[in-house]
C-alpha cells in the first residue's frame, strides 16, 4: 500500500487563512511525537478541512485542565454518526506511553483522506462511526513530549507516594543539564546490587547469583537528589493516579491495587471517557493503544477468561485473527493463569470495564517491540540454534540485544554515556543511561512503521461490529371495509343493538404489519455478556422494533415498541428478528414508520404509505 | 569518639500549654448543672413535630448560621440533579482551632428520599449542640474538642418531594437520574400521581366477579385470598396513576431510578448500581467531602425503618456460639445483654478484630439508649459499606422507627394492628378511606385504601421528637469517645554538655573504623527528651481499616525549638526500655489506641543560647493535634 504520509491541514479556504493572517500549514509527519499543541491544531485543521466527516469536541478537562479531545470521524450525510454502530480509539491513557496518541493521528488522517477514494473506507464511513481520542492523559502525554521528566505513567493529581503526608515534593531532576534524566550509579561493593558487563560496561545488569557473582554498583534508576531530607532520593515525584487503574470494573482501594484512585473514576481523564461512552452507547467495539510488547491485550485482566461468555469469547478471536492478520502480532491475555505471581494483572482496567460493564468488544495493544532483526530468540529460530535455556543467559542476552539495535539504528545516539559526577549527598558518582523514545516508544524513524500497520488493525476492528437494518416489512390484509362509520353499543336485557353513527372514511382495512430486522455485520448484535447482566430497576438491554403509527393509523394489538432481545451475527440462524402488530387504517391513505433501534447496532427506519 | 563535659544544667519555668484547653468564654457563659433547668433552648425554638421541606430547612440553617457564627458554618457540597444545595453543617467552637484539626463525627440523613427521619436526627443534634453550647458542660467540652460535620439530607430533590409533594410511602426513594425501567428506549414516561387530588397516592381497586382481593374482617382493608379460596369480588390495579403514554400499561416507567445507596464503591456491582460507583452528584459530593476531610473517624448513617443499629465492620462469618450464650456474664441477661448476644456468633477476621470490639462497644451504649438490634451490617454498594472498609470511619447504620402496635405481641404488625392504632392515635388522618373514581384506562374504579405516607414509612410527627432525641444521646456518646489526644508528660534528661559539637562520617580504615569531623556546630547539650502521649477516650487515632488502607498519613510527634535539633528517637516499652533506635527528625506512630499511653524518648541536641522554648507537638489526621512547652535555660 501506497500513500505518502502526510496530514495536509491547509486546504482549507486559503483566502479565509490569508484574511486570517495565520497560516494553519502543518506538515505533520510521523516521525516525530507530537505536544499537545501540535495534536489540537491538527485535530483542527481536521475538522476544518472535512467538515463533513469530522467533527471534534471535548470529553472533559484533564486534572490541569487540558481539554480531552474526541474526534468522531463518519459520513455525516447518512444516517446520524449515533445512529451508526462505532468504534471507539484511544492512546496515551498512561502519560509515558504516547506512540498511541500517534497511532490514532494517523488513523484519523488515513480515513478521511481515503474516504471516497477506498471502497473499503468509503463503505466503513458510510456505515460506521469512529470516535478517535489521541491524548487522553493530555498533562502527562505533553510534559513526556515536551520536557526531558520520564516518570509520567500517572496523570497530574498531586500523589504522596511515601506516606508522609506531603505530595510530590522529591522529584527526579536533570542534574548534569545534559537535557536528559538517565540514571546514576556508584562502585560500592559492599551494598551494590548491580554489575557492568565485562565486554561492555556501558551495559548495568544483575549478577548472576548462581555463580556467586556479587554487585558492584549501586544503582538508581533515576537521575536526582534528596529534595526534602529524608535521605531517599526520587521517592516521591510528579503525580498522580494510574488512570487505568481507575475504572468501576474490579476496582480495588490502594491496599490492593497500588494507585487506582480514591475511588472509581475519581480522576477527571477516567471520568471523561466514561462518560463519553455512556452518552454514545453505539460504541461497540473499543481500542486502547498502550506500550509496549508488541501485543493485543484482551479482556480479561481481573478474572479468568472462563468468566467470559464462549459467544463472546468467538468475537474477541476473530478480532485477535483481524489484528494478526494487519500487523503479525500475537494476542494475550493479561489475567495470569501461571507465571511466578499467577492471579490478576490488576484491577479497575479500562478494558475490563468496556467489556463487563459496557458491553463493548474491548482491546490494548501494546505497540512497539525489539525489532524480530534484533530480537536473539527469533533470530535463533531463524538458523535452527538453540537458544540458551537458562533465564540469566536469556535475559544479559536481551539486554545486549537493545544495546546492539541502538548502535546499529541510531549510531549510539539512544545513549547517554556514563559520565562523572559530584553529587551533593552520593559524592562521586556516575551519569548515564537510556534516552527517552527506545524502550517503550519507537525511536522516531520506527514511528511510521508501527502506526501503519495498527492503523489498519483499527480499521479491521472496526469492521467486526455489528449493523442492524430493516430488512422486510410485511403487510397483510385482515379484513377490510368500505364506507366505514363509527358504532355505538346499546343494551337491552341480554340483547346488544349497534347503531351506526358518524361517518369515518371511505374506507376501512384491518392489517398486520410484521417488520424484520437483520443483523448485516458480523458479531451478534449485544454480547452475550451484556444480555446476561441484571441491571437495577430496569430490564437488560434489547434491541427494539418500532412502529410509529403516522397518518390515520391505529395500533389494535401489540406495543408500539417490542423489545426483540439480540440478534445473531450475519449468516448465523438467528440473524434477523421480527415483530408484528395488528393496526387499523382508517381512510384511503395512512402512513407508519417502522423504526429498529440496537444500541450497538445502529437505528435504521422506513416510512410505509398505505392505500 | 565524642569528648564529654559536663556542665551543669539548669531546667526552669516548666509550664504547659494544651492547645485543646477548653475554651475560656464557656466560663463566662451560664452553666446548668441541674437536669430540671433550661439548657439553652429557648435561644433558638423549632418545632419538633412536623417535617420541613427543602426550602424550610435552608432558611432554618441559615438563621442558624446568624444567630451562632462562631459555631457553626453552613457549606454546599454541591448541587443535586435538580439543582438544589447538597447542605452540610460543620459544627465545632471555631475559636479553639480550625475543624479540620479536630477530630470528627459524620451524620447524614435521608440517602433514601422517602426515609426523611434521618432529616430530623441530623437536624436535632445541629440544634442541640448549638443551643446547648456554653450552657451544657458536655456539650460545650465536646464542641471545643471536637467537629461536628452533618449533612441532614443526601438525597434532597426526593426528600423535598416526599415531604410537600402527593406521593406513596415507597416514593420517590431513588434521586432523579432519568432511568428506563421498562425498556422500551424512554426515560421516566409514565410516573405515578395523585389523579383524584386528595394529597395522596393510594391504591386502585376494580370490582371484578374473578378478582382474587377481598374485603377483610374491617371493611376498609383489603386482603388478598387464599389460594383455595374463591374469588373476593376485587381486583386490584396497583398505585394511583395513568397511562401517560398511551402504551396501554399504568405506571411502569417511574421518576428516576438510581439507589443512592446502591451508588458507592464498596462492594457495588453493576447489578446494584449501574452505571458506576458514585455516577450521582449527591453521592460523589459526599465522597468527595469526606475526602478532602479525613478528621471524620466515626459516621451516623440514618435510615429507616425496622429499629436496627447495623455495624459496618466489612466482611464478617457466622459462627454459632458453644457455650450457653449468658454463661460468662454471671447474672440474669437483660433485654440489652439479650440483644448483644446477637452479635457474639459474628467471627471478624483477625486483622479488624479490635475495630469489631470497639464498634460492640459503642454498639451497647446504642441499645441501651434506643432498645434497637445490632447486627452486623455493609451490603453491597452501600455508604456504610464504604464509610468503614474504603475510608475507614466507624460507621454505623441505624434503621429509625417501627410502628408501636404488636398489640398481640407476636412480634408483626399486622394491617389490623395497623389500623387500629391508626385509629386511636391519629383520629382520622391516618387512612385514606376508599372514593370511586373513572379512571380512563380502567373504568369505574375506588382509590383509596392505605395509610397516610407520614403513618407508615415516616415516623409521624409527634413522635419525632423522642426519637431525635435519643438518637442525638447516642451521637453524641460517639462523638465523645472520639480520640482526645494530651502530651502528659515532657522530660528532659541530659546526657552531656558539649563545647564543640560536630556533624561528621565514620571512615572504615582496615579493620578500625575511624570518626572525622566534617563540619563544627558550637557549643551545645546533648539530651534525651521523654514525652507520653495519651489517648484518653475509646477510639483510636486510626482503625485497623483505615491503616490498612494508607489514606492517611502517620501520626507524628515533632519537637521544635529555634536551636534544637532532634537526632533520633526510642519508643519505650512498658518497662520503660528503649526500643529500636530510629534515624528520624520526627516520632511516628502508626496509630494511638484508645486509652493507650506511647512514650518516646527522643535524642536532641541543643545549642547552647539560653533561655530557649522547647515546643512538642502531636498530629494526627484523625486524632487531633496536641502540644505542650517547656523552656530551657543552659548554663
Request: contains cysteine.
Amino acid at each position: 500500500m501506497k500513500h505518502n504520509n502526510r496530514l495536509i491541514l491547509l486546504a482549507v479556504s486559503s483566502l479565509c487563512l490569508v484574511v486570517a493572517g495565520v497560516s494553519l500549514a502543518q506538515d505533520i509527519t510521523f516521525d516525530k511525537y507530537h505536544s499537545y499543541k501540535e495534536i489540537t491544531a491538527c485535530l483542527k485543521a481536521v475538522q476544518a478541512e472535512y467538515p463533513h466527516l469530522a467533527r471534534l469536541s471535548s470529553m472533559g478537562k484533564s486534572h490541569l485542565g487540558k481539554d480531552i479531545w474526541v474526534i468522531e470521524i463518519t459520513n455525516r450525510k447518512i444516517k446520524k454518526p449515533e445512529h451508526k454502530p462505532a468504534m471507539y480509539i484511544d492512546g496515551g491513557t498512561h502519560g509515558n506511553e504516547v506512540t498511541g496518541s500517534e497511532v490514532c493521528l494517523h488513523t484519523i488522517d488515513y480515513l478521511v483522506r481515503n474516504y471516497g477514494k477506498d471502497e473499503r473506507i468509503t463503505k466503513l464511513l458510510d456505515t460506521r462511526t469512529f470516535y478517535i481520542a489521541p491524548s487522553v492523559n493530555p498533562d502527562s502525554n505533553n510534559l513526556f513530549v515536551t520536557t526531558p521528566i520520564r516518570s509520567l505513567r500517572n496523570n497530574q493529581r498531586p500523589f504522596d507516594e511515601d506516606n508522609d503526608g506531603l505530595v510530590d515534593e522529591d522529584p527526579a531532576e536533570d542534574l548534569n543539564g545534559d537535557g536528559f534524566i538517565t540514571m546514576m550509579r556508584k562502585k560500592d561493593p559492599e551494598e551494590g546490587t548491580m554489575v557492568a558487563l565485562a565486554d561492555d560496561p556501558r551495559i548495568m545488569v544483575r549478577p548472576n547469583k548462581e555463580n556467586g557473582e556479587k554487585g558492584v554498583y549501586k544503582v538508581w534508576r533515576s537521575e536526582g537528589i534528596d529534595n526534602d531530607g529524608d535521605e531517599k532520593i526520587n521517592e516521591d515525584g510528579r503525580g498522580g493516579v494510574n488512570v487505568n487503574r481507575n475504572y468501576p470494573a474490579y476496582w480495588q482501594p490502594e491496599h490492593k491495587q497500588r494507585r487506582g484512585g480514591v475511588y472509581p473514576l475519581s480522576e477527571s481523564e477516567s471520568r471523561a471517557i466514561v462518560d463519553f461512552c455512556l452518552a454514545h452507547p453505539n460504541i461497540a467495539t473499543v481500542q486502547s493503544y498502550h506500550t509496549s510488547g508488541g501485543f493485543l491485550y484482551q479482556p480479561l485482566a481481573a478474572e479468568k477468561v472462563q468468566a467470559i461468555p464462549k459467544e463472546d469469547q468467538a468475537v474477541f478471536k476473530k478480532i485477535s485473527e483481524a489484528y494478526k492478520k494487519a500487523t503479525g502480532n500475537i494476542t494475550r491475555r493479561p489475567y495470569r493463569e501461571r507465571g511466578p505471581r499467577p492471579g490478576p494483572y490488576g484491577f479497575g482496567i479500562f478494558i475490563d470495564w468496556a467489556y463487563m460493564h459496557f458491553g463493548a468488544y474491548s482491546g490494548t495493544t501494546e505497540l512497539w517491540k525489539l525489532p524480530d532483526k534484533y530480537d536473539p530468540e527469533k533470530q535463533k529460530k531463524k538458523k535452527d540454534e538453540k537458544a540458551p535455556s537458562d533465564a540469566y543467559s536469556k535475559y544479559i542476552e536481551r539486554t545486549k540485544a537493545w544495546y546492539k539495535f541502538i548502535d546499529q539504528e541510531l549510531k549510539g545516539e539512544g545513549f547517554v554515556p556514563w559520565r562523572q559526577f559530584d553529587h551533593p549527598t552520593l559524592g562521586k558518582i556516575e551519569i548515564g543511561g537510556w534516552k527517552k523514545f527506545i524502550r517503550s516508544n519507537p525511536p522516531p524513524k520506527f514511528l511510521k512503521e508501527t502506526v501503519e500497520k495498527n492503523t489498519m488493525a483499527d480499521i479491521a476492528q472496526a469492521e467486526l461490529t455489528p449493523l442492524v437494518v430493516i430488512d422486510k416489512v410485511k403487510v397483510s390484509l385482515i379484513q377490510g371495509g368500505d364506507g366505514a362509520k363509527s358504532a355505538s353499543l346499546k343494551k337491552e336485557g341480554e340483547t346488544y343493538k349497534v347503531s351506526k353513527g358518524e361517518k369515518l372514511a371511505n374506507r376501512v382495512a384491518i392489517l398486520e404489519v410484521t417488520a424484520t430486522a437483520r443483523n448485516e455485520g458480523p458479531v451478534q448484535s449485544i454480547t452475550k455478556k451484556l444480555q446476561t447482566t441484571r441491571l437495577p430497576q430496569r430490564p437488560n438491554v434489547s434491541d427494539l422494533l418500532i412502529l410509529e403509527p403516522a397518518k390515520n393509523v391505529t395500533i389494535l394489538a401489540e406495543n408500539s415498541r417490542v423489545r426483540i432481545g439480540s440478534i445473531l451475527a450475519k449468516n448465523e440462524t438467528g440473524d434477523a428478528k421480527s415483530a408484528s402488530w395488528l393496526i387499523q387504517l382508517t381512510g384511503k391513505e395512512g402512513q407508519i414508520k417502522i423504526i429498529s433501534l440496537s444500541q450497538k447496532g445502529g437505528y435504521d427506519e422506513k416510512i410505509i404509505t398505505l392505500k | 569518639m565524642l569528648k564529654t563535659h559536663t556542665k551543669r544544667i539548669l531546667i526552669t519555668g516548666l509550664f504547659t500549654v494544651f492547645i485543646l484547653l477548653p475554651f475560656s468564654s464557656l466560663l463566662e457563659a451560664e452553666q446548668q448543672s441541674s437536669p430540671g433547668k433550661s439548657h439553652g433552648e429557648d435561644a433558638f425554638p423549632i418545632n419538633w413535630k412536623r417535617y420541613y421541606s427543602h426550602d424550610e430547612l435552608t432558611d432554618l440553617y441559615r438563621r442558624m448560621v446568624k444567630k451562632f457564627p462562631d459555631l457553626v458554618k453552613l457549606v454546599s457540597t454541591g448541587k443535586s440533579r435538580q439543582g438544589r444545595d447538597l447542605w452540610l453543617l460543620e459544627i465545632t467552637n471555631f475559636k479553639t482551632g480550625p475543624a479540620e484539626s479536630k477530630p470528627a463525627l459524620y451524620i447524614d440523613g435521608a440517602i433514601h428520599g422517602n426515609e426523611v427521619q434521618g432529616i430530623m436526627c441530623a437536624l436535632y443534634s445541629t440544634w442541640y449542640l448549638l443551643t446547648h453550647y456554653g450552657n451544657d458542660r458536655f456539650v460545650t467540652d465536646l464542641m471545643d474538642t471536637r467537629t461536628f460535620y452533618i449533612k441532614p439530607t443526601v438525597n434532597v430533590d426526593a426528600a423535598h418531594s416526599f415531604v410537600t409533594e402527593p406521593n406513596t410511602m415507597h416514593h420517590p426513594r431513588w434521586n432523579y437520574r432519568p432511568v428506563d425501567n421498562d425498556g422500551d428506549g424512554k426515560f421516566d414516561e409514565d410516573p405515578e400521581e395523585d389523579i383524584n387530588g386528595d394529597g395522596e397516592i393510594s391504591l386502585m381497586r376494580r370490582r371484578n366477579p374473578n378478582g382474587r382481593w377481598k374485603v377483610g374482617e374491617d371493611p376498609r382493608l383489603l386482603v388478598r385470598c387464599e389460594q383455595d379460596e374463591p374469588p373476593g369480588g376485587w381486583e386490584l390495579l396497583g398505585y394511583e396513576g395513568l397511562d401517560n403514554d398511551g402504551d396501554g400499561l399504568v405506571n411502569e416507567d417511574i421518576l428516576g431510578g438510581m439507589d443512592l445507596a446502591r451508588n458507592f464503591p464498596a462492594r457495588w456491582s453493576i447489578s446494584a448500581g449501574y452505571p458506576y460507583p458514585l455516577s450521582e452528584p449527591e453521592t460523589r459530593s459526599t465522597a468527595d467531602y469526606l475526602l478532602e476531610h479525613r478528621n471524620v473517624g466515626a459516621i451516623v448513617h440514618h435510615h429507616n425503618m425496622g429499629q436496627l443499629i447495623m455495624i459496618a465492620a466489612g466482611p464478617y462469618q457466622r459462627r454459632e456460639a458453644e457455650r450457653s450464650p449468658f454463661s460468662r456474664i454471671g447474672r440474669y441477661p437483660t433485654e440489652v445483654d439479650k440483644k448483644m448476644e446477637r452479635l457474639r456468633s459474628v467471627q471478624v477476621p483477625s486483622e479488624r478484630r479490635a475495630d469489631w470490639q470497639k464498634y460492640v462497644t459503642l454498639a451497647r451504649r446504642g441499645v441501651e439508649i434506643t432498645n434497637y438490634t445490632p447486627v452486623p451490617g455493609g451490603g453491597m454498594g452501600q455508604f456504610s459499606a464504604w464509610g468503614y472498609e474504603h475510608f475507614g470511619a466507624f460507621t454505623f447504620l441505624v434503621e429509625l422507627w417501627n410502628i408501636p402496635a404488636d398489640f398481640n405481641e407476636d412480634g408483626i404488625v399486622d394491617q389490623g394492628e395497623m389500623l387500629r392504632w391508626v385509629d386511636r392515635e391519629f383520629r382520622g388522618e391516618g387512612w385514606v378511606e376508599w372514593k370511586p373514581f373513572k379512571h380512563p384506562t380502567y373504568g369505574d374504579i375506588e382509590i383509596g385504601g392505605t395509610f397516610t405516607k407520614f403513618v407508615r414509612r415516616a415516623t409521624p410527627g409527634k413522635y419525632l421528637e423522642q426519637l431525635a432525641m435519643k438518637m442525638n444521646d447516642w451521637s453524641l456518646y460517639i462523638a465523645y469517645n472520639l480520640p482526645l489526644i494530651k502530651i502528659s508528660s515532657l522530660k528532659i534528661s541530659p546526657l552531656a554538655t558539649v563545647s564543640k559539637a560536630f556533624t561528621g562520617k565514620v571512615d572504615r580504615q582496615e579493620q578500625d573504623f575511624v570518626v572525622k569531623t566534617e563540619k563544627s556546630l558550637g557549643k551545645g547539650l546533648l539530651a534525651w527528651v521523654d514525652i507520653d502521649i495519651t489517648n484518653e477516650r475509646l477510639l483510636p487515632t486510626k482503625s485497623l481499616m483505615a491503616h490498612t488502607l494508607k489514606l492517611l498519613p502517620k501520626d507524628t510527634l515533632t519537637l521544635s525549638g529555634k536551636h534544637c535539633e532532634v537526632l533520633g528517637y526510642s519508643e519505650l516499652d512498658k518497662n520503660l526500655r528503649p526500643q529500636k533506635f530510629q534515624k528520624k527528625k520526627k516520632a511516628e506512630f502508626d496509630w494511638i489506641d484508645g486509652y493507650e499511653t506511647k512514650r518516646i524518648r527522643l535524642l536532641v541536641r541543643v545549642k547552647q543560647s539560653s533561655p530557649l522554648i522547647l515546643i512538642a507537638e502531636f498530629k494526627s489526621a484523625r486524632g487531633g493535634k496536641a502540644t505542650k512547652q517547656v523552656s530551657l535555660i543552659l548554663d
